[in-house]
Every structure is written in C-alpha cells, then in structure tokens.
C-alpha cells in the first residue's frame, strides 16, 4: 500500500513539473517572459528529477508488457508524454481509431491534445 502511495505521489510531482515547464516554454515561445518570481525562488523549478522519469518509464513499460494500453493513453495524456502516447497507440495493435474513441469518449477538451498525434497516424 505504501509503495502504490509513493509511485503516484512521484507521478504526480513527476507530472506537475512537466505541466510547469511546458507552461513555461509556450509562455517564452509566445515572448511572454516566464513566471520570473517563480524562476528566481527555485531555479530548477521546472526540471524533472531523473529517477522520477525513470519511474514514470517503468510505469508506462509495464503498463504495455501487460496490455494495459488504455491505461498507458491516460498517464501519458496526464504526464505530456506525447512519445507514450504514440508509442502506446503503436504497440497496441488495434486500430488507432478505435482506441481513441474508447479512452477519450467523454473527455473532449483532449482532442486538441490528441489532434497533431492523430494527424500524424492518419499518414501512417
């Protein structure tokens, strides 16, 4: 019980650190300078801890030896792992379409996320 308790816990630093930077990167791609108070009070505010990442990685790579690919979709839609995202869709042998539909049925505000993802599947 404990050891389910840290993973998500890491996860969900793992996954605040990446929205934070993300954020942060769009809002200096768009010249917006980025939260400067927050830059100053902790310089490595955004950068994700290696063994967090290789955590979330062994996440995902279990998540697949096991055929969990829905699962893997929605911790890779949480965490802005794109790569996963693909990666799962890829792996999972049924038809890209068709596992979309069934993951993000109610979720409409992923479609925006999941639209340059399915764009460059639809090539494939």
């Given at each position: ?8 816990k890491?996860?969900d ?6 929205k ?5 990167r769009?809002?200096t791609?768009d010249?917006?300078p980025?939260?400067?108070?927050a830059?100053?009070a902790?310089p490595?505010?955004f950068?994700?801890?290696p063994?967090?990442?290789g955590i979330v990685?062994r996440?995902?790579?279990r998540?697949f030896?096991?055929g969990?690919?829905?699962?893997a ?10 790569d996963?995202?693909k990666?799962?869709?890829l792996?999972s042998?049924?038809?890209?379409k068709t ?10 505000s992923y479609?925006f ?9 639809i090539?494939?």
């Open positions: 019980m404990t050891l389910i308790f840290i993973t998500a890491c996860i630093t793992y996954t605040a650190k990446r934070a930077g993300e954020a942060a769009r809002r791609a010249g917006i980025a939260d400067p108070e830059a100053a902790d490595k505010a950068e994700v801890d063994r967090q990442e990685n996440m995902f790579q998540c030896d096991e969990e690919f829905k699962q979709l929605g911790i890779a839609v949480e965490t802005n792992r794109m996963m995202f990666e799962a869709i792996q042998g049924v038809s890209w596992l979309l539909r069934n993951v993000f049925l109610s979720r409409e479609i996320y999941c639209m340059p993802l399915s764009l460059v599947l090539e494939f």
